[in-house]
């Protein structure tokens, strides 16, 4: 399966300039944010796809959950007696709280202080922090900015807006032969924090266009664009029939930061997409951890109610670098280079996942004489090449039940190489496909 | 479950003075020793809570076994020819081989010394020895005592009886909710061994106190103060219709020592037992290690044709400390804190046979709204607590089937906090107990 | 079970003159070379034992392969302008390609190179090559006499026929009380290789020898000594209704070269061969390896069609060591220490085949009283011996389903020690064979 030969200098400048496009938009769970976002994930698709854009009113139930209002900031400053605004919205999104309520008012610092959050461990950076669930607001600033404020009073003005409105989110489908469904989702919630998550939406993008040009597809894709937690229950509530059809998923987030990629198991870590990210992860030297249900939509799709085959990929896990949740997750902390080696890594993941079956060998008694069939080495004597490994595994284990996969993990080889080795063997009449692997 | 908020001095105290009271008592598999020794268990009781002892004649079949004669001491020495005590089996019970037949013969030293114990790398302690099942005798005595002695001749005196008595042993019954028991046994035949084993006496007197004031137990309790291997035995041959109402049982001996706790598995390895001993064995840097048919009763217990669930609780095992089995293994090589950590462990053993259970989450379509109810943080983009952790876990994994513990294990928490998270999240309305842990 | 106390020093002695005598012959696939080792081995088997020789015309179809025709040199020489030979099949067999066809020509240096093989790394070493499936020809020689060869022009001869014939193998069979077969295989087609594989042939000789003097056998054995590939798969398919019979097997190989012992597991893994030779070869500081489709003709008796239980013992295996395929192995590579070591672990397996069985604890209420049949020391306080803990081993987990091997690898007690445990206890009447293991 040819996966694409397109240009990785290409690919790299068209998620560098998506992010930069997003970069600056003030998103968060509902508000203008979000539907500027997803203009901008709906621009960068090829002719032929199309971002669907789904409403869902505040108010709306969704299981356990409750659609909010929606959020939308004008403005919002903290200005010191002479009037200069030592705290401003308009110079960085997380200075406001999201979800900070309307204000309007003069306070000494002893009242302004306890809506102010820093980080004083790292005295330039600005924190990110919401109240999505409580009425309440606050500014986030870098500690040596709080240290020159002085004493005030100050100015407070947070002039937002918090009302009946909607929940949005977007959807991309790209058809294949099949009906089932392999799932990407990346949350659109985070406002101006590049690896969590503009790193997963253009990266998803990437996969979504890599996909969309394959010349066959055995599954359907689906890549949703939804704001976090929220976001993915709403959906959850308004699929429940489609859940059915999804045969693998994984949350993306956190592509484009340091370290290895770090594949998240399901919750019942055995399933399909788990074998596949595994093999794909470990094989570039990444890392493999246990499903736990704390972290990004990862716990919805898992939850016992669902229970969807969804793992994550990311690189270096949320809450483990000190840049995460802070203006240090900037444009230039997200590299290139790591977002195109989780791009690659993802196709890796797609082409098991379209191509893994089982096979059956059509000669089974001892090994057949490849060279007769000119694929063995005339002149014997010496060691086998990767080539001849790939298919003496893939003979000797191809008795209608064992998938390509299994093979490949059993041999240490690269799942390619043993779908390239099935290949020729097909093609010389010493296997024949059997069956798709188990549903898991 | 509150498990006890008494003193740990006020127990150290206890378990110290009782040891002294049991420690200068003369005991091997039967005789007077043995009754005084369950006379100083009785009147260690709380009111309300009654030591039955139970007297098996000599002569009666049990299984393979039958019940010894009845042995007893009146005195016993080696004298010079000054007539001087240079063994005395007054200054210590070891100096006397148990179950040693009467003998009044002077003697030359070539005649006496095939009769003589002693320890050469360990020259002044004075080894245990017993010679139950053949009729002989014999002195243990420090080396340096040996060397000391002279040529003789000696006039050699054990004035012992050795006649049909009894067997005797002791039980204390608390009674649950249901019939079904954990038992706890601890070997009474030691005579003058610290470790070996007043420090399983005391203990399991202390978790009898604190298991009798639990408000609730779902298990009855049994408690049996038994020699070792003949007694067991006995026991479990008048007993069989009870054995089917063991669930869970642990032998305790060793447990004053040094070194961390060790836990030895039963025979089939799997165990609910295993399981909440390992949690709580492993969590306190314990070690866990595998049945093997030698070592105390736990070999009868596990024997073919009775195969109770029971495990062991000691520290560093028999025959792994130099002092095992001597002298050396007196009041002061046990120490107060290892007895309280050795009964710490205990009720955490018993808090998790109480307490496991499988719950159902009642809310299983994505993580319920926590914050709503009031059990999550209202600030967002921080990390979740240990309570947190433990709620999510729990709703994460309760679909009926997986029990607290096997949450606990996976979530690599303590019960006690899964324990807790599930009481919180019941009282929500969130979570309902489904069953209790299947019968291993 | 006495195994044999036979002189190791004699059996060294006659492995080391049956090498002597196979080492010059001229040996491959087919052909002269193959009868006349055949004629060695059968003239080696003691009185009573008869080699039966199998010949199968060139053309016979074999599953997916053909039975090649025959190859027979008269002579093979490269001369220079002066006619000096200076490549000469009659100085080392290896010189010649086998299986090259007739030559008779003068070339320069150009024309011949391509014919030409060597190891420029080892320039002193001369290469094994074969060439039985292209109809070619070629010289293999050391990197030293080609640089020393000039320009010539030389003049090449091959006198080779290739033409119809027979493929033949040996087979030696020891009947015992049941018709099922322990079978063993070495392949005779290299040619002056001592490691790979006189090795081989001449351990597999002494285990015959060794079991045909059992004073009893549980098992047939059937000694198979064939061409690689070519001949085993012949010989499969010439004794299907045999195959069903086979319970264990073991291809041997390359048995005294240096290194440990090394075990490849059959394809399934958990065959009781795996199991018998991971006991004895890790207990001897052996290796234990996961079956691979690459190898000697295991992989074609663990082949899909045929599924058979047959691992392969040798030590460091082909192209581990840089001898492999080359001149360098010859007589003085292989080590008779090496050899007496191949030879008594495979007769601990054997030993393990014949006698493993599942025993029924008779006295299974708690332990049985040792003491009074004489089987347990009478003075007790000290440690269990191993003879002790090899009967509490056996007797604590002979539930008529676990077998001797079972105990003795969940104990990591020598399969020797448990099984003179079981037949002391069964002596004792407390024992009593219950079953033979399951057929795996």
């Excluded at 901008?40 to 090829?46: A, K, N, W």
């Excluded at 030592?86 to 110079?91: G, H, I, L, P, S």
């Excluded at 976001?231 to 956190?254: A, K, M, Q």
Aim: proline fraction near 6%.
């Amino acid at each position: 399966m040819p996966m694409g030969a397109e240009d990785d200098a290409a690919r790299a400048k068209r998620m560098r300039s998506r992010m930069e496009l997003l970069y600056p938009i003030c998103r968060s769970i509902t508000g203008d944010g979000v539907r500027q976002t997803l203009d901008v994930i709906g621009e960068s698709l090829r002719p032929g796809l199309e971002l669907r854009r789904r409403a869902v009113p505040s108010g709306t139930a969704a299981y356990d959950w409750t659609v909010n209002d929606e959020w939308n900031v004008r403005d919002a400053w903290i200005a010191d007696p002479t009037g200069r605004r030592v705290v401003d919205f308009q110079e960085h999104n997380l200075h406001l709280v999201s979800y900070s309520v309307p204000v309007r008012a003069r306070m000494s610092m002893d009242e302004l202080r306890p809506h102010l959050h820093t980080l004083p461990e790292h005295p330039d950076w600005i924190p990110y922090r919401t109240t999505y669930y409580q009425r309440t607001w606050g500014f986030c600033l870098a500690q040596r900015q709080l240290e020159a404020m002085g004493e005030g009073p100050f100015d407070v003005v947070v002039d937002t807006t918090l009302r009946p409105g909607e929940l949005t989110y977007g959807e991309l489908v790209i058809p294949g032969e099949s009906a089932e469904e392999v799932l990407f989702t990346s949350h659109v919630c985070h406002p101006s924090l590049a690896n969590d998550n503009l790193s997963g939406i253009v990266v998803a993008l990437e996969v979504a266009r890599a996909v969309a040009a394959l010349p066959w597809r055995r599954f359907s894709y689906r890549f949703v664009f939804a704001p976090g937690t929220i976001g993915s229950i709403t959906w959850l509530s308004r699929n429940r029939p489609l859940l059915d059809r999804i045969r693998h998923g994984l949350v993306l987030t956190g592509l484009g930061g340091p370290g290895p990629l770090v594949y998240k198991r399901t919750r019942r870590g055995d399933r399909t997409i788990d074998r596949a990210a595994t093999h794909v992860v470990s094989r570039r030297g990444g890392e493999v951890r246990d499903y736990s249900p704390y972290g990004y939509d990862e716990r919805q799709f898992n939850a016992i109610g669902f229970d969807l085959p969804v793992g994550r990929l990311s690189r270096t896990p949320h809450g483990e670098f000190p840049e995460y949740h802070t203006s240090a997750d900037d444009l230039d902390f997200v590299k290139d280079g790591e977002l195109l080696d989780a791009h690659a890594a993802l196709m890796r993941i797609v082409e098991i996942l379209e191509n893994d079956a089982a096979y059956l060998n059509l000669s089974p008694h001892g090994e057949p004489q490849l060279g007769k069939r000119g694929l063995y080495p005339t002149t014997g004597g010496k060691s086998a090449s990767d080539a001849v490994m790939a298919m003496l595994w893939t003979l000797g284990y191809s008795d209608g039940c064992a998938t390509l996969l299994d093979i490949a993990d059993r041999a240490d080889l690269d799942f390619a190489q043993v779908c390239s080795a099935a290949t020729d063997l097909a093609g010389a009449g010493l296997l024949e496909r059997a069956s798709e692997p188990p549903r898991r």
